[in-house]
């Protein structure tokens, strides 16, 4: 029996202390791809929203990671 494929979006909220979670799963690649810039968005949005009266301690995402994993879903 052939196994699909499906695509998970994957966040790691702190990539020296915490492990990837899945944002949400996918049938295309660009699909998850698309989920994936979307939460980038939003938690860009927090984050300017947070530091928007003072000084960030660095950088955008220096301390995250997104990745799209390709999957097989078994029976």
């Not at 998970?8 to 702190?14: E, G, T, V």
């Not at 996918?26 to 939003?42: D, I, L, P, Q, S």
Request: some cysteine; charged content about 35%.
């Amino acid at each position: 029996m052939k196994a699909s494929k499906i695509y998970a979006a994957m966040y790691n909220p702190m990539i020296e202390e915490s492990c990837f979670g899945v944002i949400s799963l996918h049938k295309t690649r660009k699909g998850a791809e698309m989920a994936m810039e979307f939460h980038k968005a939003v938690e860009l949005k927090e984050w300017k929203e947070i530091y928007k009266d003072h000084r960030a301690p660095c950088e955008f995402g220096r301390f995250e990671k997104w990745s799209v994993v390709e999957m097989e879903v078994l029976e």
